[in-house]
């Protein structure tokens, strides 16, 4: 596939084990480690990276970028893009199947 794991190691990910029904959760992991292990900034703040969960946990912080499934079929993609994260004009999010 082409991905980093979130050390930026290559990663021994297939597309068969990260598409199609039921697999929402192990793409939404994949992605993030991806993201992260290519250091992916959070354009607000550059010390953080964009996609890590324990710097920007539930996309709460302004520039921060949440990978999780919605449901086995949906990968769900939140960015807050703005303080207040809670208000819902200030995030971009979508949804993206896996099938």
């Known amino acids: 596939?082409?991905?980093?794991?979130?050390?930026g190691a290559a990663a021994t990910k297939t597309c068969?084990?990260?598409?199609?029904?039921?697999?929402?959760?192990v793409m939404a992991a994949t992605m993030?480690?991806?993201?992260?292990g290519k250091k992916f900034k959070n354009?607000?703040?550059?010390?953080l990276l964009a996609t890590d969960a324990m710097a920007c946990p539930g996309a709460s912080t302004a520039g921060c970028?949440?990978?999780?499934?919605s449901g086995a079929d949906d990968v769900k993609?939140?960015?807050?893009?703005e303080k207040p994260c809670a208000t819902a004009a200030?995030?971009?999010?979508?949804?993206?199947?896996?099938?």
Do not use: R, W
């Open 1 to 7: 596939m082409g991905v980093v794991d979130s050390n």
């Open 16 to 25: 068969a084990t990260n598409t199609g029904a039921g697999t929402a959760s």
């Open 32 to 36: 993030s480690a991806h993201f992260q």
């Open 43 to 47: 354009p607000h703040n550059a010390a």
């Open 65 to 69: 970028t949440t990978i999780s499934n």
């Open 77 to 81: 993609i939140e960015s807050c893009i």
């Open 90 to 99: 200030n995030k971009i999010t979508d949804l993206i199947s896996v099938k």
